[in-house]
């Protein structure tokens, strides 16, 4: 399964899996699993990967894990409408609008190999975005490998933001796929 594809190739899961299994298909399943019944996103509500899905249910009194692992699927079905493609991106930069390109890396990472164009996250440029930057223009989200960017999108799309996208696959898809000649890197 990759970024771009919004159903995973095989998915015969159960409450009865465990949450490392079900993690592995829907790497989201914790964020939504905060988002939509507080759970695992504190040390009180956190979860074991080795737990069940029924498990954890019964432990914080949800009483239909059929119905949570559907909310699971359809929250991961969700998360990959915001990715756009290295190709896409490129396309839509050609174009010449007026897209927008955060990136969320660190600064040693941003200054070692960066997109054209991009700014790189802190606090002083979120409070720019959220008062002067125009909420429906293209705001393209940055990171290594395209992992980390869905909970900097959904912040943003929470707050207003209409037209927020992750790069799949990072920066290192689009040295990958875009920019041959941008150095790549391993990084932690």
Known sequence: MTPDSSVPVSDSLSPDDLMRDIQEVYPGAQ????RHFHIGGCRSCAFSPEETLSALCQRNQILDPVSVLEKIRSSHTEDMAFFISPKDLEELLAGGGAVKLLDIRTREEFDAVHIPGSVLMSQ???????AYWNPTAPLILIDHLGQ???DAAAYFAGHGLKN?????????AWALQVDGNMPRYEWG
């Open 31 to 34: 964020r939504t699993l905060f």
């Open 148 to 150: 980390q960017s869905l």
């Open 124 to 130: 002083p440029v979120m409070q720019e975005i959220m």
């Open 164 to 172: 927020v996208r992750c790069l799949s696959g990072g920066i290192d």
